[in-house]
Nanobody, 126 residues
Framework: QVQLVESGGGLVQAGGSLRLSCEAS????????MGWFRQAPGKEREFVTA????????YYADSVRGRFTVSRDIAKNTVYLQMNSLKPEDTAVYYC???????????????????WGQGTQVTVSS
């Protein structure tokens, strides 16, 4: 069973930055993707971003494109989410996820992802 451990959440003022990290307990295959979803209070979990492990191809939700950057360190089996210009509407629990085959199903659909972290809270104050 793969474990994903997130870190780096917290409280930040609007306009500020945070960096999330997520380390996987087992090696991530080249055909896999790792990414981030988020869930705000009273809302469904939504796709934020993803990165294809070997190719480094990235995908972003329109709401975060240009402000958030996903990256990975293959040697550390870790994916990062750099969040800049944070807005109060970015407040949510952020979940790390791993998808065994990035090409199988739509990458922004929650149901196509195989493993999930416990989540880390990000709160942006106005």
């Amino acid at each position: 069973q793969v474990q994903l451990v997130e870190s780096g959440g917290g409280l930040v003022q609007a306009g500020g930055s945070l960096r999330l990290s997520c380390e996987a307990s087992s090696r991530t295959a080249g055909s896999s993707a790792m990414g981030w979803f988020r869930q705000a209070p009273g809302k469904e979990r939504e796709f934020v971003t993803a990165i294809v492990w070997s190719a480094g191809t990235t995908y972003y939700a329109d709401s975060v494109r240009g402000r958030f950057t996903v990256s990975r360190d293959i040697a550390k089996n870790t994916v990062y989410l750099q969040m800049n210009s944070l807005k109060p509407e970015d407040t949510a629990v952020y979940y790390c996820a791993r998808k065994n085959n990035f090409a199988l199903g739509l990458i922004d659909r929650e149901a196509t992802w195989d493993y999930w972290g416990q989540g880390t809270q990000v709160t942006v104050s106005s």
